[in-house]
């Protein structure tokens, strides 16, 4: 009885089994709108033509015989969805479908791509910051309006028209360096103050000297690159043409004071701490003949002299008031100067 019993339960399962495993393909084909619908179309409609033998206007439909063959021309796909719902194929003088089965095969041809097209998004490129983003995003981090990409070749737009897609924003070797050029420009502007770091709105490139003539054990070598203020009535060639320049550099950067401002200019410090650093620190100044304080580190050098500074006065030619063009102006001396200063020969 037992056995019978078994027997027959085996059975019931083996009936319920085979049972789901036919309604799970029968889903299966029901899933498979592509074959039941769009193949036959394409069969009776469209394959004559466009077949691996004739391929009129290129193009060949009868190897599409599946859903996941669609990922293999996507494009090609919207031309002829494009060509089905203007009814322009089939052509007028061939066998037209009937309306009701136009729409449906329409429709089901966009439900399909909509799927496979979520099965394959695609290759996401990694991209960089359009040059409006950048100078967005260094505006958002220090609260100045420095704008470092205004130097950065136009963003490229790519085929769809956007210059902020990943295939558009690529990085080339030479963007790079502007980059890097870009990010010793927002350094430029950066101030150690006594309440913290803060970003002035103008390049402020002064603090090496300055620490350098203050804290002389620390500090064996000061390299001042077109450094100021060194006109200490902050009067400079920049300022006589540019008043509320003027006026916002002495509020950014000095709080208003003038009389800060004079203590502390590198002049002020040099003559101030020339007994403590002369004879400790090597001083080297370094300017652009085409920046606009050429003079002024002109005269700053000649005080040194007076004062007896160790120092070196070297002007670069062909050099505005850029960080990176003076560096490169520099060329191998620039280095030697650090392997000085880390005791390195």
Same mark, same amino acid.
């Given at each position: 009885m037992f056995g019978v019993f078994a027997i027959r339960r085996r059975a019931a399962f083996a009936y319920l089994f085979g049972a789901i495993l036919l309604v799970g393909c029968a889903d !299966?084909?029901?899933?498979? *709108? $592509?074959?039941?619908?769009?193949? *036959? $179309?394409?069969?009776?409609?469209?394959?004559?033509?466009?077949?691996?033998?004739?391929?009129?206007?290129? !193009?060949? !439909?009868?190897?599409?015989?599946?859903?996941?063959?669609?990922?293999?021309?996507?494009?090609?796909?919207?031309?002829? !969805?494009?060509?089905l719902r203007k009814e322009e194929m089939p052509p007028a003088k061939a066998k037209q479908p009937p309306a009701e089965m136009r729409a449906d095969v329409l429709a089901t041809l966009e439900k399909v791509l909509l799927t496979e097209a979520r099965k394959y998004p695609g290759v996401v490129p990694p991209r960089r910051l359009s040059n409006a983003e950048f100078d967005y995003s260094i505006h958002d981090l220090t609260g100045a309006d420095i704008r470092p990409a205004r130097s950065f070749p136009i963003d490229p737009a790519s085929g769809e028209g956007f210059n902020n897609t990943g295939e558009a924003l690529t990085m080339s070797p030479a963007l790079f360096k502007k980059y890097y050029a870009a990010g010793e420009l927002v350094a430029d502007h950066a101030l150690l103050t006594s309440t913290g770091l803060k970003f002035a709105p103008h390049s402020a490139v002064t603090f090496a000297d300055r620490l350098g003539f203050k804290y002389p054990d620390l500090f064996g070598h000061v390299s001042v690159l077109a450094g100021g203020p060194l006109d200490q009535e902050l009067q400079g060639p920049r300022a006589k043409g540019n008043p509320a320049g003027r006026e916002r550099i002495l509020k950014d950067t000095f709080g208003g004071d003038l009389d800060y401002c004079k203590a502390q200019s590198p002049l002020t410090l040099a003559e101030n701490n020339a007994a403590t650093v002369i004879g400790k620190t090597r001083v080297r100044v370094a300017v652009g003949d085409r920046d606009f304080t050429a003079e002024l580190n002109r005269a700053y050098s000649d005080r040194l002299k007076k004062l007896k500074f160790d120092h070196e006065f070297i002007v670069v030619p062909g050099v505005a008031h850029e960080t990176l063009p003076l560096l490169k102006g520099l060329g191998e001396a620039n280095w030697d100067f650090y392997r000085a200063a880390f005791g390195k020969k």
């Open positions: !299966l084909r029901a899933a498979e *709108p $592509f074959q039941e619908k769009v193949v *036959p $179309f394409l069969n009776t409609y469209c394959v004559r033509c466009h077949n691996d033998n004739e391929k009129k206007g290129e !193009l060949d !439909l009868k190897r599409f015989n599946s859903a996941e063959k669609l990922f293999e021309d996507f494009r090609q796909w919207e031309h002829v !969805l494009t060509f």
